[in-house]
């Protein structure tokens, strides 16, 4: 690694021992959420986003569904708005980043197992109802940023079911997008390792564009017009 990359994390290990004694302190009054969005927006521009807001988000009671590019999309989003991001219970037992996501009120849900579909769209359901908006990355997982591939309609089926609105997230990382895709195959210490080394900063857009009401919509549908949505604001 760089001596770029060193620095990035000795900095990132300082900033996080702060916001937990912060966290720490503020959980004692109920106040915790507040430091999760402000730990992930100081990790964000420390490694070199530089995330612009367009449209307006929902707000509480609402699933935000985005296209998935790189582990960067956490910190741009994370830092923007207080959600709870919806990841495969495997991450749950990373080491570091299981933990600190279990303290950010990830929702976790087993998406490899079969015939789990209705296990997951209820603990959605739950966290819908529990005052934070919930974060869905509905692609599965990162793609190479040339095209949104298809979304898995099953997790919308929490929207239907709880009456919340579907709000679509365009990512954006412009023209050259695709230099921070997440490569397939690479794990993700080497693809950490390849980010804090960049120099130059990243530029983000994030899109909030018109919710979907889902009374009016089954989840298959739902489902493919938030993809719609998304891929046109990113053409």
Known sequence: MTIRAYLRLFAAA????VCFIGFSIARLVGRQ???????????????????????KPAGRDVLYVANHISWLDILAIGGTA???FIAKDQIAHWPLVGKLA??????????ERRGATREQADTV??????????MLFAEGGTGDGSIVRPFRAALFASAVESGKPVQPVA????????RYAWPPGMS????????????????????FLPPLDPRML??????????????????
């Open 33 to 55: 959420n507040a430091w999760v969005p402000r730990f992930l927006r100081v990790i964000g521009h420390l490694v070199g986003l530089r995330v612009t807001i367009e449209g």
């Open 125 to 134: 359901v739950t966290a819908l109802g529990e005052g934070r908006p919930v």
């Open 188 to 207: 993700f210490a080497d693809e950490a390792r390849r980010m804090l080394n960049r120099a130059e900063p990243v530029p983000v857009t994030l899109r």
């Open 14 to 17: 300082l900033i996080l021992a």
């Open 102 to 111: 279990k303290l950010g009120g990830t929702v976790f849900v087993a998406r």
């Open 82 to 84: 207080p959600v709870r």
């Open 171 to 178: 990512i954006d990382y412009g023209p050259d997008r695709m």
């Open 218 to 235: 089954d989840r298959k549908t739902l489902a493919a017009r938030s993809q719609d949505a998304i891929a046109g604001a990113l053409s």
